[in-house]
């Protein structure tokens, strides 16, 4: 091949993979992929999946080009999560049910092999108060009996209802998960169960399940950054947690594209772009991956709190956290806290077309802005909106699932924005 040729295909090669107009949507999509799979076991606890997806992610870093705040871009921190990394069974009677899609079991639980005999409660109950009426809860350990609730008394079985050692409640909608840094009491047993996966005819339910409380977990924050060509002691840091929830037994995944895949790859495309180009860093480019979100911000609080860089000189935090949508828009919360520069990114978004609607949002402590800004930094969380996506910690959060609809308009947007943030020494 001759020189000339040598430089067009080039050329072609940075046309196609994006860098010459910014974003890489294909290294995006890979990215994803790659970190909603089986490799990473839901970036969770079982097998630390989040540790193996931090090694993973800090070669990212690496590749990126970023210069490493510590030591291979990992800051470790403790925290204790309980998890279930063994068997995960519930029969209605001899049907067995699906982990995930009939069935979750409350994240704190314990261990238990056991039978139940339902008590039934009436489908019209709304108030946990109205269970007291209908049942001496102190009979409750005669025969084994788990009460089964309607889903109208809001999150009972979440919270659990006082005396009533084991409830089962039924849900209409979706079935979605979570996580528990603490365990239940010894024997307290708490499922959520699809409604149609129970029959006034199911009188047992039988649930075997393995629990792991794993004391004083061993996770990872990231960070990286790309120095600044102008005004290098300000910083812009771009935000979004890594982690998911990990495994519900040995085969139930929560795979996490959207919750928050997602948001990590905006984040290291976002790196490439500005370690590519430099000069379009004018202050410097702060970029941090967090673990430990699903299980309460944990990684963030510890890094806000043990920051690599001057908080005082962070101009501003952006936060990405399911970003995988966007037909209908994105959301800023913290707009209402800083006005200016959510007057900026609307502009921008008018002048650009970028996105349908920017909606305003006041302060919400839900995701990993929130530590930096009660620490008094500016900071914003983004998401996007829209129904193509609607999957939220359940098990269908997979990459096949994620149209990523307006992820090149909101990387644009996004670069622009931070451009131009009201207030940065110019
Ligand atoms: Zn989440």
Redesign the pocket.
């Known amino acids: 091949m001759t020189g000339a040729k040598n430089i067009q295909t080039l050329l072609l090669s940075l046309l196609i993979s994006g860098v010459l107009s910014g974003q890489n949507l294909q290294a995006t999509k890979r990215l994803v992929d790659k970190l909603a799979s089986h490799r990473f076991e839901g970036r969770g606890y079982v097998k630390n999946g989040d540790v193996r997806a931090a090694n993973y992610l800090s070669k990212e870093m690496k590749k990126a080009g970023l210069i490493p705040y510590f030591d291979s871009y990992k800051q470790p921190y403790h925290f204790n999560i309980n998890t279930f990394p063994g068997n995960c069974k519930l029969f209605a009677g001899e049907n067995e049910l699906v982990p995930g899609r009939d069935f979750v079991i409350h994240p704190g639980m314990r261990a238990v092999e056991m039978s139940f005999n339902l008590r039934w409660l009436p489908d019209t109950l709304t108030s946990a108060s109205q269970v007291y009426q209908l049942i001496d809860t102190t009979t409750l350990h005669e025969g084994n009996q788990i009460v089964v609730l309607p889903a109208g008394i809001k999150n009972a079985w979440r919270h659990g209802i006082a005396g009533v050692p084991a409830l089962l409640q039924t849900e209409k909608g979706r079935i979605w998960w979570h996580t528990s840094t603490t365990q239940l009491a010894d024997g307290a047993v708490r499922i959520k169960v699809k409604e149609d996966k129970l029959s006034a005819a199911t009188k047992t339910i039988r649930l075997e399940l393995d629990a792991e409380f794993k004391q004083d977990h061993q996770s990872y924050n990231l960070a990286g950054f790309v120095r600044g060509s102008r005004q290098p002691d300000s910083l812009i840091v771009f935000v979004a947690h890594y982690d998911?929830l990990g495994m519900m037994g040995k085969k139930t995944m929560f795979p996490g594209a959207s919750?928050?895949a997602s948001g990590t790859a905006l984040v290291l495309d976002l790196a490439h772009y500005y370690a590519i180009n430099p000069s379009k860093a004018e202050y410097t480019m702060a970029f941090v991956l967090v673990s430990g979100?699903?299980a309460g911000l944990l990684g963030s609080k510890y890094f806000a709190s043990n920051p690599p860089f001057d908080l005082s000189k962070t101009a501003f935090v952006v936060n990405f956290d399911m970003v995988g949508s966007g037909s209908e828009g994105i959301t800023v919360v913290n707009a209402l806290q800083f006005p200016e520069a959510f007057a900026s990114i609307r502009s921008l978004n008018e002048a650009g077309k970028f996105v349908s609607k920017v909606v305003e949002r006041g302060e919400s402590c839900n995701s990993d802005h929130c530590p930096f800004y009660e620490k008094g930094v500016p900071a914003f969380f983004i998401h996007t909106q829209g129904p193509e996506n609607q999957h939220y910690?359940d098990t269908e959060d997979k990459a096949a699932n994620l149209p990523l609809t307006k992820y090149e308009a909101l990387f644009e947007l996004m670069t622009l924005f931070v451009e131009k943030i009201p207030g940065l020494p110019k």
């Open positions: 998911h919750d928050n979100e699903e910690h």
